[in-house]
T-cell receptor, first 116, second 114 residues
Framework: DTEVTQTPKHLVMGMTNKKSLKCEQHMGHRAMYWYKQKAKKPPELMFVYSYEKLSINESVPSRFSPECPNSSLLNLHLHALQPEDSALYLC???????????????FGPGTRLTVL | AQSVSQHNHHVILSEAASLELGCNYSYGGTVNLFWYVQYPGQHLQLLLKYFSGDPLVKGIKGFEAEFIKSKFSFNLRKPSVQWSDTAEYFCAVNGSGNTGKLIFGQGTTLQVKP
């Protein structure tokens, strides 16, 4: 089973709202990722968690705040977003949390976010 | 820095035609190579991957890819496409010095006409 689940599927929020995206995997993977994907574009890496610790932050604005409560869960807290933040937000996980080398990332279905 | 180039941005084929999508990468070290597919309205799915060994890799749904190290290429092929292959295809690379970071190409939109 290579399933990564994400909730909600769709989210509409105003620029002053606070919301959270959730991601879950039960494959025993130790690395989890957040990506942002605009239409017809490749995913752009935002954050990587390795063994529940933030290992990569791709200079993402502080209005995006990741959290990894345990090895199966990954959250992305959103606050004061801009309309240009509207996109598909993808979560992924992979088995090896140490180096990522020789590892395969499995993606969830994404959350379609619209910021008004 | 690593980069991935997909030369075909938009490909239109008729059913039963053969497919080859180009992917070239720039990285001097050892690489892991991937092809992902994104069907309309669906999530990214792994088609196939190359880590080591036989450079001809077979994936799901009849796809295969060949790693040619001397050409820094990892082209995707399918002998006979179907309408259901209509999707966005992404090549991705993870270099040995690039912890946890997949570098994606810009993607190729494949449209198969019935």
């Amino acid at each position: 089973d290579t399933e990564v689940t994400q909730t909600p599927k769709h989210l509409v929020m105003g620029m002053t709202n606070k919301k959270s995206l959730k991601c879950e995997q039960h494959m025993g993977h130790r690395a989890m990722y957040w990506y942002k994907q605009k239409a017809k574009k490749p995913p752009e890496l935002m954050f990587v968690y390795s063994y529940e610790k933030l290992s990569i932050n791709e200079s993402v604005p502080s209005r995006f705040s990741p959290e990894c409560p345990n090895s199966s869960l990954l959250n992305l807290h959103l606050h004061a977003l801009q309309p240009e933040d509207s996109a598909l937000y993808l979560c992924a996980s992979s088995q090896d949390g140490t180096s990522g080398w020789g590892d395969t990332q499995y993606f969830g279905p994404g959350t379609r976010l619209t910021v008004l | 820095a690593q980069s991935v180039s997909q030369h075909n941005h938009h490909v239109i084929l008729s059913e039963a035609a053969s497919l080859e999508l180009g992917c070239n990468y720039s990285y001097g070290g050892t690489v892991n190579l991937f092809w992902y597919v994104q069907y309309p309205g669906q999530h990214l799915q792994l088609l196939l991957k190359y880590f080591s060994g036989d450079p001809l890799v077979k994936g799901i749904k009849g796809f295969e890819a060949e790693f040619i190290k001397s050409k820094f290429s990892f082209n995707l092929r399918k002998p006979s496409v179907q309408w259901s292959d209509t999707a966005e295809y992404f090549c991705a690379v993870n270099g040995s010095g690039n912890t946890g970071k997949l570098i994606f190409g810009q993607g190729t939109t494949l449209q198969v006409k019935p």
